[in-house]
């Protein structure tokens, strides 16, 4: 069964550093996603992509954040200059376009900012 | 923001019995669906719902989407072992973006 694939597992940075997160979506997947998880909470929309482009961005989702989808099967998330409240585990997601609310989660990253 | 409510926050059963989650919210929306988490995995799709008073059934699952589109149940029949991790509800907000509930933490006593 197809899934999606993210690296690396585990992250740790020091504030003040770029992190880049990588993700492989589900390969006839147009809709790619990141969300967040800050230990103990709930699942948090940061950033949604489709056709090269961001289509929605939350809050959260501020200029240290970043997305790309540098080749055919990438999809990556940069964070310019990481905080300690960055701290989290980031998970990618995909979808089809129909329909694109059936998303499908990676096994996420944990960014541990110290 | 919107909120989802979830209830319980936690439970703590049996191996066999049935399990009751809901998820609520003080606004409508069209599509509702339930992830279940387990430790240090990604959610994973259990149940998508698209129309009101649907009730669907994925092997022991079974989610309703309620009648007024402000909430849905999961329920779990004969739990396992396997079926601990925790339960989120999530709806489709503007476009394709997901919000999500806090929550159930689900615990099965072999």
């Known amino acids: 069964e197809p899934e999606v694939t993210q690296t690396p597992s585990h992250q740790v940075t020091q504030m003040g550093q770029e992190v880049i997160l990588r993700c492989v979506p589900i390969?006839?997947?147009?809709?790619f996603y990141w969300y967040r998880q800050i230990l103990g909470q709930k699942v948090e929309f940061l950033v949604s992509?489709?056709?090269?482009?961001?289509?929605?961005k939350s809050e959260i989702f501020d200029d240290q954040f970043s997305v790309e989808r540098p080749d055919g099967s990438n999809f990556t998330l940069k964070i310019r200059s990481t905080k300690l409240e960055d701290s989290a585990m980031y998970f990618c997601?995909?979808?089809?376009?129909?329909?694109?609310?059936?998303?499908?989660f990676g096994p996420g990253t944990r960014l541990t900012v110290t | 923001g919107q909120q989802l409510n979830q209830s319980p926050q936690s439970m703590f059963i049996q191996e066999g019995e049935d399990v009751s989650m809901n998820c609520t919210s003080s606004?409508?929306?069209?599509?509702w669906l339930w992830y279940k988490q387990d430790p240090g995995e990604g959610p994973v799709l259990l149940i998508a719902?698209?129309?009101?008073?649907e009730l669907t059934s994925n092997g022991r699952l079974t989610a309703q989407f309620g009648i007024t589109r402000k909430d849905s149940f999961l329920n779990i029949s004969a739990s396992i072992p396997s079926d601990v991790g925790i339960y989120f509800c999530?709806?489709?907000?503007?476009?394709?973006?997901?919000?999500f509930g806090g929550g159930t933490r689900l615990m099965v006593k072999p």
């Open positions: 997601a995909s979808s089809s376009p129909m329909p694109s609310y059936e998303q499908y």
């Open positions: 390969s006839n997947h147009l809709y």
């Open positions: 992509f489709y056709n090269n482009e961001i289509s929605e």
């Open positions: 606004s409508i929306f069209n599509t």
């Open positions: 719902l698209y129309k009101a008073g």
């Open positions: 999530a709806v489709n907000n503007a476009g394709n973006m997901l919000t």
